[in-house]
């Protein structure tokens, strides 16, 4: 982060009324210097990206736990930090679950993929209407344009890969807080890009349930890009159950 040749660290702290975000730097031999950026309980995600395309490396948040934020805190190249709110929603219970860096819409800046379904406060667990995927369009100078890309009930998160060869960016998302009792319930869905960034969903699987942890590569080295689940059951019903489980991309161009 301060451009002296080593890796440093950046922490988000859940916490519960004490949570904060900071960034560790590394003074070597294995002693670091604890710098805060922002004292708020409820971060879960702290991706790492050059966000306003000055070369250095910004750091990007999310912030749940009722306040349902997004911030940047951007680099002056040296481990300065100005902080930014990019995004905050007027819903207290949206349920902010993950997010990443990738350029949606391939105009060479990275963008903000968000996904909302978290219900851990709820008992038992479950999906809320608002539940679903978005991304934040970086329009430069860490100006965002916010962007819904469609509903999922218990959204947790979620991959930009281009699953259908079709040269743009389309949109994985696993659900770990669905309607389980229902057997129709998603668990993975697909958000195919048309090529000018409307989506339309496409359920992919309603089994195994409880889908926490999403991951993409080719797996296979047939240069289609497969997926990677992680489960996590912890609320009925316990019928449905895998912890790992991959996917493999069996498309073939219609």
Known sequence: FDGDGDIDLVVGQFGYDDGEIRWMENLGGWNFESHDLLELSGTIHTPVGDLDGDGDLDIAAVVSQEWEEIYVFENDGKG???RHLV???????FGSSGISLVDMDLDGDLDVLYSNGDAFDYI??????WHGVQWLENDGDLGFTYHRIGDFPGAYFANAVDGDLDGDVDVFVVSAFNDW???EAASLAWFENDGAMGFTRRILATEPTHLLALASADMDGDGLVDLVTGAMHV????????????WRN???DP
């Open 80 to 82: 300065m930090f100005d």
């Open 87 to 93: 995004y905050g929603a007027t819903n207290d219970d």
């Open 124 to 129: 038992p667990p479950g999906p809320r209407p």
């Open 181 to 183: 009792d229902s057997p």
């Open 235 to 246: 609320s009925p019903p316990y019928d449905r159950m895998s912890r790992v489980t991959l």
């Open 250 to 252: 069996t498309w073939k």
